[in-house]
Structures are given as C-alpha cells and as structure tokens.
C-alpha cells in the first residue's frame, strides 16, 4: 500500500514557494515606486579665451627666445657599432662551436 502513495513532501514544498513568489509579485505591483526628482546643477566651466593677434616681429623673438632646446636621447647601440656580448656568452659559444668542430671530426 505504501508504495502506490506518492510522496506528498516535494509537491507542498513547490506549491508553497510558487505561492510565495506570486505573492511577492502581487505585492510589488501594488505598491508604486518613489520618484526622486534630481535638481539639475549649474554646470561650471573654467576657461581662457586667448585671442590670436597677428604676429610681429617683437613677439616672434620672445616666442623663440621662451622655447626650451629639446635634447636628443642617445640611442643605445648605434647602427654602426658591433653589438659585443658579454665575455661568459662569448667563452659558451664558442666551446659550442668547438664541440661542435670535433662531433662533425669525430662522425667523419
């Protein structure tokens, strides 16, 4: 007999959270939201308005004169210098290549 019993447990523990939701929907529409009325702010602009005034020769001299000399950077490695490696690289290459000289002398 238990076994045609269906459990009864889950179908009330679905029933009621389905209620509940309804429930929470149903209150949500009943009550409108608040409106709050944003006051727009005056906006502040801080500006300089600098006329263009033709160019004389007096002012041509003090512009050229308030001008600061921009330094060139020295590249790293000038295009015409070799690159030279560090003393420890150059020592492992060159073992290298002799190894390499006497496995060739070797196979042959």
């Not at 009325?37 to 033709?54: G, R």
């Not at 290549?97 to 006497?102: I, L, M, R, S, Y």
């Given at each position: 007999?238990?076994?045609?019993?269906?459990?009864?447990?889950?179908?009330?523990?679905?029933?009621?959270?389905?209620?509940?939701?309804?429930?929470?929907?149903?209150?949500?529409?009943?009550?409108?939201?608040?409106?709050?009325?944003?006051?727009?702010?005056?906006e502040?602009i801080?500006?300089?308005?600098?006329?263009?005034?033709?160019?004389?020769?007096?002012?041509?001299a003090t512009?050229?004169s308030?001008?600061?000399?921009?330094?060139?950077?020295?590249?790293?490695?000038?295009?015409?210098?070799?690159?030279?490696?560090?003393?420890?690289?150059?020592?492992?290459?060159?073992q290298?290549?002799?190894?390499?000289?006497?496995?060739?002398?070797?196979?042959?």
């Amino acid at each position: 007999m238990q076994k045609n019993r269906k459990p009864l447990w889950p179908f009330i523990l679905s029933l009621s959270l389905h209620l509940l939701l309804m429930l929470i929907f149903a209150i949500g529409l009943h009550f409108d939201p608040i409106l709050i009325e944003a006051v727009p702010q005056t906006e502040i602009i801080q500006a300089t308005l600098v006329e263009d005034l033709p160019s004389t020769p007096q002012t041509k001299a003090t512009k050229a004169s308030t001008k600061k000399p921009v330094k060139q950077e020295k590249p790293i490695v000038d295009k015409g210098e070799p690159i030279v490696a560090k003393p420890k690289v150059n020592a492992l290459i060159e073992q290298k290549k002799a190894d390499a000289k006497q496995k060739a002398a070797e196979a042959e």
